[in-house]
């Protein structure tokens, strides 16, 4: 019995001793840097850009007027999409943008439109209509 208790306590201390495995490491994750500026204002008639870095959209929120047309460009070494937000009012729906590749759109309605990347659902932006 005794020898069973010893076993019993020695595994305890054991187990709490033991470290637990480091994580293994993460490729391809975006590297979190510091917010800036990320609001813009553009006027009607004009176009406005929205550049695809750091797997953000900057300026991640962009007032514009009616009639202006937005370039989205992507500028990371990854494929990004621009899709909306909204399922009932999918405006926007771009093709696969690689590095260098411009989706424009040209917002002829008033309103907010939220949008996001459908490869990388974390990237957000919205365009703000007036």
């Not at 490491?25 to 695809?52: F, L, Y």
């Amino acid at each position: 019995m005794k020898v069973l208790v010893v076993f019993v306590i020695l595994s305890l201390f054991l187990a709490a001793c033991s470290t637990a495995p480091a994580p293994e490491p993460v490729m391809n994750q975006p590297v979190a840097e510091k917010q800036g500026d990320t609001k813009g204002v553009s006027g009607g008639g004009e176009a406005a850009t929205v550049m695809i870095k750091n797997f953000k959209f900057v300026p991640a929120e962009l007032k514009i007027k009616k009639g202006t047309t937005v370039n989205w460009r992507n500028e990371d070494g990854a494929a990004h999409t621009i899709e909306s937000s909204d399922k009932n009012n999918k405006i926007l729906s771009s093709d696969e943008l690689s590095d260098g590749d411009t989706y424009t759109f040209t917002f002829q309605e008033t309103g907010t439109f939220a949008y996001f990347c459908g490869i990388h659902s974390s990237m957000k932006g919205t365009i703000i209509v007036e």
